[in-house]
């Protein structure tokens, strides 16, 4: 039990890392585009502005979602040492904390992006976490 708990909150500290860390890298490699995107992001945010979201910045957002996902899944289920309870409740956690980020940005983003962010959390997490019983 111990380690599935260790596996879910090492898996939830990873996925937030990935998040953050490709987000941080994408603003540095185009400050102009994906970083100002960011800014104007949190600007609309603080204000509860509606904002015009670039749907390509959207989808690489749900691709490194989709990698952070499979990439906490595998490391929860290696501390885990294979249980699938692990990936699956690294799912549930992300999908809960997820929920309440996405409320906070639900007039930033189109609701098709909130949907599929969301609904990508916990197969992603399990997915990843079958890769390490292929390893």
């Known amino acids: 039990m111990l380690r599935i708990v ?18 941080q890298v994408f603003d540095q490699l185009s400050p102009g585009w994906y970083g100002a995107h960011h800014d104007k992001v949190a ?11 670039d749907t390509t910045i959207i989808l690489i957002g749900l ?12 490391l929860a289920a290696v501390i885990a040492r294979g249980n ?10 992300l999908l809960i ?8 940005l639900w007039n930033v983003f189109p ?11 916990i197969p992603m997490s399990i997915l990843g ?6 390893a």
């Open 129 to 134: 976490g079958r890769l390490k019983r292929r």
């Open 6 to 23: 260790l596996g879910v909150i090492a898996g939830f500290i990873a996925w937030s890392i990935l998040w953050v860390g490709g987000n």
């Open 84 to 93: 699938r309870n692990a990936p699956l409740f690294l799912g549930i956690l």
């Open 97 to 104: 904390v997820g929920v309440a980020v996405q409320a906070q």
């Open 43 to 53: 600007v609309a945010v603080a204000n509860g502005a509606r904002f015009e979201s």
């Open 111 to 121: 609701v098709w992006y909130h949907i599929i962010f969301l609904a990508l959390l």
């Open 63 to 74: 691709v490194l979602s989709i990698i952070a996902s499979l990439m906490a899944g595998f």
